[in-house]
């Protein structure tokens, strides 16, 4: 190997120092690169393709079901997050504030939003006058700032980040239920049907919701870490923020209605999540739904062989494009072939394409998945078939060895050391019977730093309800403390 090559290459071991080798791939995969400032970064063009692929499959889902995109200024006057006292404490510690315009000191500071209900809503109040405009359903694509990183990590720990974050009232309880599932079920499809990531669904415990939301539901995926990723989130804000900001409107019956409202986000952390879970020690790997780039030709020539490789290269390339496979043919004459499988292994093209003198006389091209190296002799003819053949194989891989390490890793424990020893020893779920009081969750946590990252939801007549799933035993005890449970927690390490 040259020495350019193994600058190229990632030095770092996934399973001996993850949070290092994380932070290679992520830089020497054309990602992100670390801004000048603490706990910002910046997006390279490979990552910001992958945002907008994923983009793309939410607002497509998402305008299917009723949903319009808005913009709000990024600036929120004090005396409007005021309005809602719970989203005032529970941002308060994270908001950054301008002071100045220009140099003149502001009669009321701007808070940089951490979330936008306190400037959505009145909004929603003002659009929202009979039933006849409800549901109001709105979605914006925006980065949000919460001064809360002290150590930056790409995508999972940044002060400002991107996201989506929709705001829906509500004629009734039911339609914001129902609200709250469409969203939870689509951050689901996401993840389960594009970024190849099973996940786990549930709520997040009481003291752990939303400001002011009454209900808070998650999406939980394992890292290989062994660590859980919030992966998406869908709050069920009940009539609080309605209340705040007199999201009222007239019944049929000409009475004056309280709305109910919902909330629902899905940050770049789902990006952090992508890279975590597929990745290895030759560099990025992506499933083909949202990779730049989803197959990429090299042809291996001497000067002899150059002109009829080449031309059978180029052939293929246009057919694949016609096609619709994104493709890339690397023809460039100052690599060698070697150089360029690392750089595209490393840059996590899904399928490469390999093109000698004798695929080229037996009319054949060799498939090789990157994510295990495995070869697939393809006939000339039919080539195109072939191709998204592999590539739906190279999906169903990623997801089988995810859903491999999620069903291994959730555990059953009966003591607080047994919950503490799992957990130590596998990382993962715990999934233990809860009685329900913080304290107990604040014994685990204090000792290993795993919290109640969700609670699975019981179905009622086929259909999920907000309320937790109960222990399979009546008599069940708390895993903690002893006393009767009647609720089901995971606990779990997370990001
Ligand atoms: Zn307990």
Known sequence: MSDESQELGITESKSHKPGEWYAEVVQKAGIADYAPMGGFIVTKPRGYALWERLQDELDGRFKATGVDNVYFPMFIPESFLEREKDIVEGFDPEVAWVTHGGHDELEERLAVRPTSESIIAPFMADWTRSHRDLPLRLNQWCSVVRWE????KPFFRTKEFMWQEGHTAHASDEGAWNEVWTRLGQYEELYEDVLAIPVLRGKKPEHDKFPGADT??????????GKSVQGGTSHH?????????DITFVDDDEDEQTAYTTSWGLSWRALGALI???SDDQGLVLPPTVAPTQAVIVPIWQEDTKEKVLEYSEEIAAELEDAGVRVELDDRDERNPGFKFNEHELNGVPLRLEIGPNEVDDGEVTLVH???NENVVADRSGLVESVEANLET??????AAAEETLEDNVREADSPEEIMGTIGKHGGYVRV????DQACEEAIKEKVSAEI????LAEEGGATTGVPEAPDDDDAECAVCGEPADEIAYFAKSY
């Open 149 to 152: 990183a002290t150590e930056t």
């Open 216 to 225: 808070t539901t998650t999406v939980e995926a394992l890292m290989p870490d």
């Open 237 to 245: 804000l009940g009539q609080s923020f309605a209340k705040a900001f």
């Open 276 to 278: 975590m879970t597929h």
């Open 370 to 372: 990157r994510p295990d």
């Open 394 to 399: 190279v999906y169903d891989k990623l997801y």
């Open 433 to 436: 019977p809860w009685c329900g």
């Open 453 to 456: 990252v969700m609670q699975p």
